[in-house]
């Protein structure tokens, strides 16, 4: 048998042999061998750096375009006055005001609805409805405080005045 990797008689040469398994081409601009190892030079000139990479000019993009808001729906000043008196209705339980505030916040969220229902841009509906919860809430609270101390009165009050007189 003769050594493929030996020429012939003739000179031709034997085909190349694949690569080995497990063997990476070597990359491109890297040297396939290592170099010949030379005497250290006492000092080497340092190596020009290359010239910088010139970019292209940045793209111009057009100029953003700006959309109008909707116009603000006004909103009634009705609506915002039954909201202010329905939560001032609420916060001031234990005075006097509440009474008065919930009813002007029952009577100012109708006018509002109304206001609202006839003029279709304007807003505030749901003011509106909260300051007529709110008052409602509160009217209902004040007539059953109203209801309950007056039977309070007639039941308790009728076994325990004649004692107090008597004395």
């Known amino acids: ?10 000179g031709e040469q034997p085909p190349a042999l694949p690569p080995a398994a497990g063997s990476s081409p070597a990359y491109p601009g890297f040297p396939q061998t290592p170099p010949a190892h030379t005497a250290p030079q006492p000092y080497a000139a340092p190596q020009p750096y290359a010239p910088p ?3 292209a000019a940045p793209q111009q993009y057009a100029a953003p375009q700006h959309y109008a808001a909707a116009p603000a729906r006004p909103t009634s000043g009705l ?3 039954a909201l202010v008196c329905g939560i001032a209705g609420v916060v001031l339980f234990w005075a006097l005001l509440p009474m008065l505030a919930s009813i002007a916040a029952v009577i100012t969220g109708h006018m509002a609805l109304a206001q ?6 304007l807003g505030g509906r749901g003011m509106a409805i909260a300051g007529l919860v709110m008052g409602y809430l509160m009217i209902g609270v004040l007539v059953f405080t109203i209801v309950s101390t007056i039977i309070g009165l007639v039941v308790f009050g009728a076994f325990t005045l004649p004692f107090v007189f008597a004395s």
Not at 1 to 10: A, E, K, Q
Not at 116 to 121: E, H, S
């Open 53 to 55: 990479q010139q970019y």
């Open 79 to 81: 609506a915002v006055a």
């Open 1 to 10: 048998m003769s050594d493929p990797r030996i020429s012939g008689p003739s």
């Open 116 to 121: 609202i229902r006839r003029t279709p841009g």
